[in-house]
């Protein structure tokens, strides 16, 4: 099955600089890439995501890219503020058979915990 | 916050015994996957059901089961608790996208099961 690796485990950087989580993934049919933040005691929020045929997506502050070749993707977060600090977790889709839509499975990464500075 | 609501927020129960936790999925989403979050570590696919059926399965033994209704709710019954099933139980919500067979997870706030 899909197995995905997440660096760093911890994280600290200074408020206003740039924070970078990457993850690797084993199975080269995985399609799909999306990234929660996880704040305590809450439930994980979907920030970004991406989808194979890309190789790049951003979102204001957050962005994520992805080398299908590598089987690798990072989340870029710039101008980090207090509010970023939280547990972050990658994930890796793979889908089923194209007939059975609905079929989907997530398989998480480790997490990073993100602490910015202020 | 999305529209996925679950049920109790916790529960404190004691080996052996069984359990019941509840997920409403946000509307319009007919899929509802169930994962397992030790403390510190990431969601594990527990099963995921849509349209009424299981549809796949994680590393989890038969004692975990469920199901889905015709309105899409869910449940997850976990028999025979053993002190290693405290978690955090996550429950998401999706509907497939047709283009890629892909469909986002929006995740509900979890039940917090202590086993003692």
């Known amino acids: 099955g899909e197995n995905v690796e997440q660096h760093p485990s911890t994280l600290s950087v200074q408020e206003g600089d740039s924070a970078v989580i990457k993850c690797t993934y084993s199975?080269?049919?995985?399609?799909?890439f999306p990234w929660y933040k996880q704040e305590l005691g809450k439930r994980p929020q979907l920030i970004i995501d991406?989808?194979?045929?890309?190789g790049e997506k951003k979102d204001q502050r957050i962005a994520v890219t992805l080398n299908k070749t590598a089987k690798h993707f990072s989340l870029h977060i710039t101008e980090t503020q207090p509010e970023d600090s939280a547990v972050y977790f990658c994930?890796?889709?793979?889908?089923?058979?194209?007939?059975?839509?609905?079929?989907?499975?997530?398989?998480f990464g480790t997490g990073t915990r993100l602490t910015i500075i202020p | 916050e999305t529209g996925v609501t679950q049920s109790p927020t916790h529960l404190i129960k004691t080996r052996g015994q069984q359990v019941t936790l509840r997920c409403s999925s946000q509307?319009?989403?007919?899929?509802v996957s169930w994962y397992q979050q030790a403390l510190g570590q990431g969601p594990q696919f527990i099963f995921q059901?849509?349209?009424?059926?299981?549809?796949g399965r994680g590393n989890f033994p038969p004692r975990f089961s469920g199901l889905q209704f015709p309105n899409y709710s869910s449940e997850l019954n976990v028999n025979a608790l053993e002190l290693d099933d405290s978690a955090l139980y996550l429950c998401?919500?999706?509907?497939?996208?047709?283009?890629?067979?892909?469909?986002?997870?929006?995740f509900g706030p979890g039940t917090r099961l202590t086993v003692l």
């Open positions: 199975d080269s049919a995985s399609n799909y």
């Open positions: 998401a919500s999706s509907f497939p996208d047709w283009d890629l067979s892909v469909g986002t997870q929006y």
């Open positions: 994930a890796a889709f793979i889908p089923f058979r194209i007939s059975n839509f609905g079929n989907e499975k997530l398989t």
């Open positions: 991406i989808r194979s045929n890309v």
């Open positions: 509307s319009g989403h007919n899929t």
């Open positions: 059901y849509y349209r009424e059926e299981e549809n």
